[in-house]
C-alpha cells in the first residue's frame, strides 16, 4: 500500500513565503501530484514530479527527493486567494497508476 | 469544453433508497475516477476504470457499483444508500500517460438521511 503524509493545517501572512510538506512510503514510484482545493470545490492541477529536483511555475514551486520520499509545495508572494487545501497524490506502478491523495494540508492566509 | 460534468450536484436520500450519480467526459480520457471526500480528509479512490469496458475496485467500494459502457461515461451506483455514504463525491478522468494530470468534476454532495 502507500501512505502519504502532510500536516494538516497551516497559517502564514499575506506577502509571505509558505512551504508545505508531503512524505510518502510507496512501492513502485511514478511522480508525485500536487493540486489545489478551493472549499467546496473540485480539485486543480497545480504541478507534477518524477524526478529529483525542482520544479518552478511562476509564484508555485514544487520539489522532489525520490531517495528520501519527501516532496515539498512553496507558495511564494502569498495572497489571499492561496486560501485553500493543498493536495499531495502519488502514483505508483502497483496502484495501476492511479493516484493516491494524501489528506491535504488547509493553508489559511491573513493579512 | 465541458471537460468532466456530474449530475446532480447536491442530493439528499433515504436510508435503503438507491441512485445513480452520473458523469461524462468530453476530453475522450481513457482513465476515468471515482473518489469520495469526507470532512477533513483526502480522496479515497472507490471505483476506476482504464477503458470502456474495463472497471476495477478502488480502495473504498462496498456499497457501489460502476459501469463503463462508453468512453465518456462512468456512471457510479449506490443500491442501498446508508448514512457512512454521506460525502462529497468526485469524478476524475485522464489519459493515464506518466506526465498528465487528472480532470476532477465539480463534485456531487450526496447526504443520507
Known amino acids: 500500500g502507500q501512505n502519504i503524509d502532510q500536516p494538516t493545517e497551516m497559517t502564514a501572512t499575506e506577502g509571505a513565503i509558505v512551504q508545505i510538506n508531503c512524505t510518502y512510503q510507496t512501492s513502485g514510484f511514478n511522480g508525485l501530484f500536487w493540486y489545489q482545493q478551493h472549499a467546496g470545490e473540485a480539485p486543480t492541477f497545480l504541478s507534477y514530479n518524477v524526478l529529483d529536483g525542482l520544479e518552478e511555475k511562476g509564484r508555485f514551486s514544487s520539489f522532489l527527493s525520490r531517495s528520501k520520499g519527501y516532496s515539498y509545495l512553496l507558495l511564494k508572494e502569498l495572497q489571499m486567494k492561496d486560501s485553500a487545501s493543498y493536495l499531495c497524490a502519488v502514483r505508483s506502478s502497483r496502484g495501476s497508476y492511479i493516484p493516491t491523495f494524501g489528506r491535504g494540508t488547509s493553508l489559511i492566509v491573513h493579512p | 469544453n465541458a471537460g468532466v460534468t456530474q449530475t446532480p450536484k447536491f442530493r439528499i436520500l433515504k436510508i435503503g433508497q438507491s441512485m445513480t450519480l452520473q458523469c461524462t467526459q468530453d476530453m475522450n480520457h481513457n482513465y476515468m475516477y471515482w473518489y469520495r471526500q469526507d470532512p477533513g480528509m483526502g480522496l479515497k479512490l472507490i471505483y476506476y476504470?482504464?477503458?470502456?469496458?474495463?472497471?476495477d475496485k478502488g480502495e473504498v467500494p462496498n456499497g457501489y457499483n460502476v459501469s463503463r459502457s462508453t468512453t465518456e461515461d462512468f456512471p457510479l451506483r449506490l443500491e442501498l444508500a446508508a448514512p457512512s455514504q454521506t460525502s462529497v463525491y468526485f469524478c476524475a478522468s485522464g489519459t493515464g500517460d506518466a506526465n498528465t494530470e487528472a480532470f476532477f468534476g465539480q463534485g456531487t454532495r450526496l447526504t443520507v438521511v
Open positions: 476504470s482504464v477503458g470502456a469496458g474495463i472497471t
